[in-house]
Nanobody
């Protein structure tokens, strides 16, 4: 059973930073074929991919909108993925979701339909 829990959301001003965490069930990291991703959805907009990591080897991929500002990392021993968000802008305001799926390759998987398992989300609000 794949279970994902996001924490770390909050409210910051423009230019501030936040670190989101996605704690995955131990079973998630047992397999060598796991891809984890961060997505976000603002009110009235479609869910969009932010960053993804292939847990075997830690290969990371980013959307153009966050490249250079966000950094995705993982602590395999803690079954946890992190999203360090710097230089936040009001346009980053959204509900952020962690997602997972069984994929046996490193690839830039940033479409929501490429994932079957989702967390409940954590809110990020950036004020100007």
């Amino acid at each position: 059973q794949v279970q994902l829990v996001e924490t770390g959301g909050g409210s910051v001003q423009t230019g501030g930073s936040l670190r989101l965490s996605c704690s995955a069930s131990a079973y998630t990291y047992v397999s060598a074929c796991v891809n984890l991703g961060w997505f976000r959805q603002a009110p009235g907009k479609e869910r969009e991919g932010v960053a993804t990591i292939y847990t075997s080897g830690g290969y990371t991929y980013y959307s153009d909108s966050v490249k250079g500002r966000f950094t995705l990392s993982q602590d395999v021993a803690k079954n946890t993925m992190y999203l360090q968000m710097n230089s936040l802008e009001p346009e980053d305001t959204a509900m952020y979701y962690c997602a997972a799926d069984r994929v046996c390759r490193a690839a830039r998987l940033l479409r929501p339909d490429e994932y079957n398992y989702w967390g409940q989300g954590t809110q990020v609000t950036v004020s100007s």
